[in-house]
């Protein structure tokens, strides 16, 4: 292989430290989220918990794992997630590839680019979304949370620059063998682009996972709930709570000291998606692009 | 016409998501009347009051809002150009990682704190940014007067742009490295025939290969110029820092307008989004012009 | 008198109903309020024409004969009792079988959300128009609804159908809550309001601390100054180390607990009930004057500009939120925090739980020579349940408040009832007692005295007065089964212990040491659009003048308060208190 210089040594040694020290720098509150799940109830409630667990105890698992409400929502987001992307990723298909054409391939492109554009800067609000959502007859079922986010603009444009970097000359010589515009995406420009397809395709799936506002807005059961909706009411904040503190507000204090159980529900409700990026991953080879398919 | 029937397949490929961006974005979008109405929601957008640009200038005459304006702008900024360089920085650094393992590994790792809320990471960062946290405890060891970090406006506001920089740092470097993946290895091959160090490599080829994606990650960015963050700071600011750290989300919510009013709430939002818009397509429009380059 | 108001054609009733008849024997004022309907014998025997001289009572329990569907929308918390079915859903609530089964009553609810995010969904209803029949609302929704006219007259059907409890609870303040949700002589909602000496401010310390230091409990602000320095100072946890503080304080200096409300009242300082507006006391001139730019207030101020620099409060209080000062208590860091009767539930027992030996005590607040006086409010409700216009049986939501109450009788008490899938605070409508901290008092300390294993209570009350004595009978037993020791010693110390958050407070109530709130309207005009800029400036210049900033920043900033729309406010406010203020 290459010769390694002494400057190149260098080099390799201090990226190695730097990536390292940022590595723990974003590992640590996670670290710290599983030491507070693992310890006591009441070494948790005192803060005394960092970065290891105090007063060992695995009973937060073992009343996880007895949890149906996490179970039932923890299925609500899979389905969500799949349904979803699948959904969002047709038709960031679909819009960006007639959009990535050159305007005197496809005239129209930039009134469309510029219709799709406003909305990432134009929105009408909370109410007004929640009566279109409503009049359309989605609330309460899943589609409500896929369906008015089906198109991801800013998705579209990432998708579209990605295909730009598409030589011209592979769509011309699939042109000539006669292949039309569905054939040229399916066939060329989606296979070359697996590495864009897996970045936008992870922002999807996080994008999906991590919602839980319109999950409150738009679901009507809890027992409808996706995952990260139901963790939201674990962690809410007492704040909301005015002057004072009615018998049933004190209550609800009472069972907000379950912090450790709050926790490990946090963690195991990251963990599924922590592993999808690493699969994803092996799409990012280098190799796999436009240079291999040119051979 | 004859282009229309030339392109018609690409017409329809577009239509269904025109469809979905009528009906779920312009169709809300009726809905911004609520800015020149005294807006009532058990009267609903008929019969609410028509008040002209009343809600505006109340907004503008809030006391404070010039200052909130400033850092709101000043935060944003910061925070635009360093979730640029940041994940750039890193992407490059990434790419010279030759062993695959630790390359995957340290991606997943950066791209981690994105999956925790503010409201789960606010509280761990006053926590290690306090009187006994542990940057506090490397000052002391190092013989150094304790800083109360969080309540002093400069600091603060270092502290709110630092840590949004890391929370959402993975993002953008995943876009970087994808287009990095994307380059040709012929050309890199071709540079190495030529001589060219892993340096020159690096300046003359990798840089301007995702040189396209860069600058559309930086336009779009000019459009959040008023967007500093709101749950975030919301969650770790105190009244101590209003002064350097207040901004235009938390303001607003702070003074109920989010719960109760919708009109200037309304108002606040198309200010911003005009902002935005007007920001984005001058340099959409000037990039047309002098380079004739489309950036999206 | 009461008795008089029921059903004179009282249908026959449900199996469940009618099965028990125990109901009838107490001798006690209970007796009065017995739902005589809900037994044969004793409906028949006191059929005697309906004393309500407006309506014709009707039986407040009575079974319709077609099902009547009513709609319902719900806040929720989990339930508190951890031995409920797991994943269990509000819709499927045992509570809403049983008034099925009573009075053929069917409740669908149009959503269920967790109710931190209750309000955010409710205005959406509201704006997409998508009432339900029975609404649970706080002040200014009801205020809005009304103002909309969308609220149906419940005068009538509350006098035919309001169970004798019920009446009972409404008239325990003279009518006075009542009152204050009618409007042209419509009875517009039904409020649920607690005793409002449950607002009394007390002050918590840790008597193991004090014994350590050979210190007493202070009556004066110049002791507990004395005694908050030695919580620095002196070790008063004697592990060697100084790292306890005196005072707990959050960073929102008037809010529901860990603030500053008791701590002022001590100097004659009334400046907040807990939000972010002025409390209203009554000035030399019988007008009321805002408390919180009293010049008393400064020297308040001063002397917690003391504290902070001499580290009886947290250097970095201003960051801390409740639940970061709470880890502070239950971490044993801290020593002294005024609050409320009910800390001993939460978080105190978190703390005796983390450290058997802290003992925390309730003195009534130290003042300037001698205890101080605590604000106490006029009246305290929170929320209030009224029905919508459209509703085709306003009545239906009486009788369902009736169902609530009557649901609390010993005879339907079970033990079992959370696996059952019984869970209380997802039934709505529902109204407590008034004075249910008072009975559960009287009751269990009644019960304790005699040795008694069980509570003979008779009333509405039993199943919430058992409750508390089984929990202060499991923490004299050391029985940790059921609950931890901190948590049993939590329910005892709150409401039952002689010298607890409740059995202090009430001496307090006795020997009239409270100054009230004289203002218990809506929030004014003015409030309602300037009240966030005036707390965001109050909150600016105070906690700068606790951190160090000269303490004569206060006139500057109550002129500015002044002018920025306080003035108005203080006019407002002698407007309310001229025309409409009960008094």
């Excluded at chain 2, 490059?92 to 704190?113: C, Y």
């Excluded at chain 2, 761990?124 to 150094?144: A, D, K, W, Y």
């Excluded at chain 3, 008037?254 to 100097?267: E, I, K, S």
Aim: glycine share 8%; with cysteine.
């Amino acid at each position: 292989m290459r010769k390694l210089t002494l400057g190149r040594g260098l080099f390799v040694g201090i990226n190695t430290i730097v990536l390292t020290a940022v590595t723990l720098l974003c590992i640590v509150p996670f670290i710290h989220l599983l030491s507070i799940s693992l310890s006591s109830n009441t070494a948790a409630m005192a803060g005394e918990v960092k970065l290891w667990p105090v007063g060992f105890s695995l009973d937060s698992y073992q009343f996880l794992s007895e949890k149906v409400e996490f179970f039932r929502s923890l299925r609500v987001s899979v389905e969500r997630v799949l349904l979803g992307t699948a959904v969002n990723m047709f038709l960031v298909f679909i819009t960006a590839y007639p959009l990535s054409k050159a305007n005197d391939q496809f005239k129209h492109r930039t009134i469309y680019v510029w219709f799709f554009a406003v909305t990432m800067f134009f929105s009408g609000g909370l109410i007004p979304t929640y009566i279109i959502v409503k009049s359309t007859g989605l609330i309460d079922s899943i589609w409500s949370l896929i369906l008015p986010g089906a198109l991801s603009v800013w998705n579209v444009i990432l998708m579209l620059n990605f295909f730009r970097s598409i030589p011209r000359e592979l769509e011309e010589a699939a042109k000539i063998d006669g292949a039309g515009h569905w054939k040229i995406l399916w066939r060329i420009y989606l296979p070359v682009s697996l590495p864009s397809i897996a970045t936008i395709g992870l922002f999807t799936i996080v994008g999906h996972w991590n919602a839980w506002f319109d999950g409150i807005l738009y679901l009507n059961s809890p027992d409808k709930y996706p995952l990260q909706t139901y963790l939201s009411t674990l962690i809410m904040s007492m704040n909301s709570m005015m002057t004072s503190v009615s018998s049933e507000q004190l209550e609800m204090l009472e069972n907000l000291s379950e912090k450790t159980l709050r926790n490990a529900q946090i963690f195991m409700g990251a963990l599924p998606i922590m592993v999808v990026y690493p699969f994803l991953q092996k799409y990012f080879v280098k190799g796999m692009t436009v240079g291999s398919v040119k051979e | 016409m004859r282009t229309l029937k030339k392109d018609w397949p690409l017409h329809v490929m577009v239509w269904p998501g025109v469809i979905f961006t009528l009906i779920y974005a312009y169709g809300p979008m009726a809905g911004l009347v609520m800015a020149f109405q005294e807006f009532e929601p058990l009267a609903g957008f008929f019969k609410s009051k028509f008040i002209g640009w009343d809600n505006f200038s109340y907004v503008f005459h809030l006391p404070d809002f010039g200052q909130v304006l400033w850092n709101t702008i000043i935060i944003a900024v910061f925070k635009m150009v360093l979730f640029l360089l940041v994940p750039l920085i890193l992407a490059l650094m990434l790419n010279e990682v030759t062993r695959r393992w630790f390359s995957r590994f340290v991606q997943s790792a950066i791209f981690l704190p994105f999956f925790l809320s503010w409201t789960v990471l606010g509280g761990i960062i006053i926590e290690i940014f306090s009187l006994n946290g542990p940057v506090n405890g490397i000052l002391s060891s190092l013989g150094l007067e304790p800083i109360m970090f969080m309540l002093n406006n400069g600091w603060f506001r270092s502290i709110i742009i630092g840590t949004d920089v890391w929370k959402g740092m993975g993002y953008n470097m995943i876009i970087m490295l994808a287009a990095i993946t994307g380059i040709h290895a012929t050309l890199y091959e071709a540079a190495e025939v030529d001589g060219a160090g892993r340096w020159k490599q690096m300046l003359h080829i990798t840089l301007p290969g995702i040189a396209p994606i860069v600058i559309l990650l930086s336009v779009l960015g000019l459009g959040g110029i008023l967007n500093a963050g709101f749950e975030q700071i919301l969650i770790m600011y105190n009244p101590t820092v209003y002064e350097g750290a207040d901004v235009i989300d938390t303001f607003v919510y702070r003074l109920g307008i989010f719960s109760q009013q919708f009109g200037p709430a309304a108002a606040i939002g198309l200010f911003k989004s005009g902002i935005s818009l007007a920001l984005v397509s001058v340099t959409y429009y000037a990039a047309y012009k002098y380079n004739n380059y489309r950036i999206f | 008198m009461n008795i008089a108001k029921i059903g004179k054609w009282a249908l026959p009733l449900s199996l469940a109903v009618t099965a028990v008849t125990a109901c009838a024997g107490k001798d006690n004022d209970s007796a009065s309020s017995s739902p005589a309907a809900s037994s044969p014998a004793a409906s028949s025997s006191s059929s005697s024409p309906a004393a309500s001289p407006s309506a014709e009572a009707q039986d407040p329990f009575g079974k319709y004969p077609e099902t009547v569907t009513v709609s319902e929308v719900i806040g929720y918390n989990p339930p508190e009792d951890p031995r409920t079915p797991k994943g269990l859903t509000p819709d499927k609530n045992a509570y809403l079988k049983d008034l099925k089964d009573m009075m053929n009553i069917d409740v669908k609810f149009k959503w269920m959300v967790p109710s931190s995010q209750y309000e955010q969904k409710f205005s959406l209803a509201l704006a997409s128009g998508d009432l339900p029949d029975i609404l649970e609302l706080d002040q200014k929704n009801y205020e809005k609804l009304k103002n909309q006219n969308m609220l149906a007259d419940l005068t009538e059907a509350y006098a035919q159908y309001a169970s004798p409890d019920l009446k009972k609870y409404m008239e325990s303040d003279g009518g006075f809550a009542m009152k204050t949700f009618s409007s042209d002589g419509k009875q517009l909602a039904i409020p649920a309001f607690e005793d409002p000496f449950l607002s009394t401010q007390i002050l918590w310390i840790r008597k193991d601390w004090l014994d350590t230091l050979q210190l007493q409990p202070p009556t004066t602000m110049e002791e507990l100054d004395k005694v908050a320095d030695a919580f620095v100072n002196q070790d008063p946890d004697q592990n060697g180390q100084k790292d306890t503080y005196g005072v707990a304080l959050q960073k929102t200096l008037f809010f529901w607990g860990f603030d500053l409300r008791g701590f002022f009242n001590g100097f004659g300082a009334y400046p907040s009930v807990g939000d972010a507006q002025s409390a209203w006391i009554k000035g030399a001139d019988g007008k009321l004057v805002p408390g919180l730019i009293q010049p008393e207030m400064k020297e308040g101020l001063t002397m917690l500009q003391s504290w902070y620099k001499r580290g009886i409060l947290n250097k970095e209080f201003a960051l801390k939120d409740e639940n970061k000062v709470v880890e502070d208590l239950v971490a044993g860091k801290v020593g002294i925090s005024y609050g409320e009767w009910w800390y001993p539930n939460w978080p105190l027992n978190s703390s005796v739980d983390k450290d058997p030996k802290a003992n925390w005590i309730a003195i009534q607040i130290p003042g300037l020579d001698g205890p101080g006086k605590s604000l106490v409010p006029k009246i305290r409700s929170g929320k209030v349940f009224a029905v919508s216009k459209n509703m085709k049986h306003p009545e239906a939501a009486i009788k369902m408040l009736n169902f609530y109450i009557e649901k609390g009788y010993k005879k339907y008490y079970d033990p079992k009832s959370a696996e059952k899938g019984y869970v209380y605070n997802w039934f709505n409508p529902r109204i407590y007692n008034p004075a249910e901290i008072e009975t559960i008092y009287t009751e269990v300390n009644k019960a304790l005295e005699a040795n008694q294993t069980e509570i003979t209570l008779e009333d509405q009350n039993y199943s919430t007065v058992q409750g508390r004595f089984e929990a202060t009978k499991d923490y004299f037993a050391k029985d940790t089964s059921k609950a931890s020791n901190g948590v049993n010693w939590g329910q005892y110390f709150s409401r039952v212990a002689k010298d607890g958050g409740w059995g202090v407070t009430r001496q307090i109530k006795e020997k009239q040491a409270f100054v009230n709130n004289e203002f218990y309207g809506l929030p004014t005009a003015t409030v309602v659009s300037k009240g966030s800029q005036l707390d965001k400036l109050m909150q600016e210049s105070f906690t700068k003048i606790i951190m160090g900033a000269p303490v004569d920043e206060f006139d500057k900033f109550v002129a500015s308060w002044k002018s920025l729309g306080g003035d108005q406010i203080i006019q407002e406010v002698n407007d309310w208190y001229s025309k409409e203020a009960v008094k």
